[in-house]
């Protein structure tokens, strides 16, 4: 056995290990509070209420302990055999060989990338599907039939198809191309290729699947618009998508940057919090665009992609790593297979910087929320509207510490509280 592939073993033991452990004492600690609410929420979580979130974080964690070893035992199949055996069935069925190179090997190389990461998510749809129709079923929360589940994948399908092709082409043609330097190319025209698609999504792709309205005028849109003045902010772009035709969880988002910036609010949002709440969410999504986090975020993101391409060029030098992996190494026609390896390491090592990312994230929920509570001059509506959220979408309340620092991209109700509450 070669060392690569016992390093990567190694890597994958290791995460599987501490994702097992976190989400054993995230488990142990909700178990060890279920039957009392804690004191700290004593004052405003009822105990219905909180019986009701602890059966839907049990039976949350019980799924994802259970089907643990099932992603795991897929991902095994897929880098120790299966893809390079299907890789190699498909570039013969499509005459990706010796002989093809430039446009030709382009769109043989595109195709095979985008119908492999298709036919690797497949593996995901038993355990939607059971999420969706057994667990968020029970708990009330979905409201996904099974004919719109249906269409929303056939229509995910079809994007992957029509917007994968092209940009895998790309990529790969700059790698014909230049042999040399491509990566640079490709990982600038790929960072550009996001930026189109930020600000194509909401207008192209997302009414694919959802219907967004702008606010209705009303006590609503006026407290809204008028908050969105005082603290200077283009308030035209605030939007309302029709959430609870799948889910009945509620959101709020920011998205986008310089004038394509937009403001999404849930319908289920909407009918959940009072409009003084609304406004405080909004206040928080404002701060997050005054803070320029989504700049800091786009930043980040292009650095790691010169580091992601970086790799995969180093790779493609490397003939003993494809086979490793299996692979017949074949001069030029290695960049699909390198793509897929460059990724799956890279989800072994993201493992171990997540909890850094998910630190920068509650950093910049702590900014925002900061912000919000300057511009309406206290938390309280922050403080009232988090409460509702917490308590509507059944949220666990007793996170164990160490899971909260390795996957929580939002500080707890709790930790948030106290902040908006400090001077
Ligand atoms: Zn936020």
Redesign the pocket.
């Known amino acids: 056995m070669s060392l690569i592939l016992i390093a990567y073993l190694v890597f994958l033991g290791a995460k599987t290990a501490a994702q097992l452990s976190l989400s054993w004492l995230n488990r142990r600690e909700m178990l060890r509070h279920k039957d009392a609410v804690p004191a700290k929420y004593a004052d405003h979580v009822k105990w219905e209420d909180y019986q009701k979130s602890v059966a839907y974080s049990l039976e949350n964690s019980k799924f994802s302990l259970l089907t643990k070893p099932y992603d795991v035992v897929w991902e095994l199949l897929w880098v120790l055999g299966l893809y390079a055996c299907i890789y190699a069935w498909a570039s013969q069925w499509i005459g990706l060989d010796a002989g093809t190179a430039g446009w030709s090997a382009t769109w043989r190389e595109s195709v095979i990338c985008v119908a492999m990461i298709f036919l690797m998510s497949l593996t995901d749809l038993p355990l939607d599907l059971y999420e969706t129709f057994k667990i968020e079923e029970k708990h009330g929360f979905n409201k996904t039939t099974p004919r719109l589940w249906v269409f929303d994948q056939l229509k995910g399908w079809a994007l992957e198809f029509i917007i994968g092709v092209p940009v895998a082409s790309l990529l790969i043609g700059f790698y014909h191309l230049f042999p040399d330097t491509w990566w640079i190319f490709a990982q600038c025209a790929f960072f550009v290729i996001q930026l189109f698609l930020m600000v194509l999504y909401p207008k192209l792709i997302l009414p694919l699947f959802n219907k967004l309205t702008p606010l209705p005028e009303g006590e609503l849109k006026t407290e809204l618009v008028a908050l969105a003045e005082k603290a200077g902010f283009v308030a035209d772009k605030i939007e309302v998508i029709d959430s609870s035709k799948r889910s009945g969880h509620s959101n709020a988002?920011?998205s986008g940057f310089g004038k394509w910036r937009r403001i999404v609010l849930f319908d289920t949002l909407i009918k959940q919090l009072e409009p003084k709440e609304i406004c405080a969410v909004l206040a928080?999504?404002i701060?997050?665009s005054k803070k320029g986090?989504i700049t800091k975020h786009l930043f980040l993101s292009f650095f790691l992609g010169f580091l992601a391409f970086g790799l995969v060029a180093a790779i493609l030098r490397w003939p003993a790593f494809f086979e490793a992996f299996g692979f017949e190494y074949r001069q030029n026609l290695m960049i699909v297979p390198a793509f897929f390896l460059v990724s799956e390491f890279a989800s072994l090592i993201a493992f171990w910087i997540s909890p850094l990312s998910a630190f920068l994230s509650r950093k910049?929920?702590y900014e925002?929320?900061a912000y919000a509570k300057q511009l309406l001059g206290n938390g309280e509506a922050l403080v009232s509207g988090l409460r509702k959220l917490n308590k509507e979408n059944l949220s666990n309340l007793t996170p164990h510490p160490f899971y909260v620092n390795f996957y929580y991209s939002?500080p707890t109700l709790e930790q948030r509280t106290k902040a908006l509450r400090s001077n």
């Open positions: 988002y920011f928080h999504e701060g997050h986090h910049h929920e925002a929320d939002h």
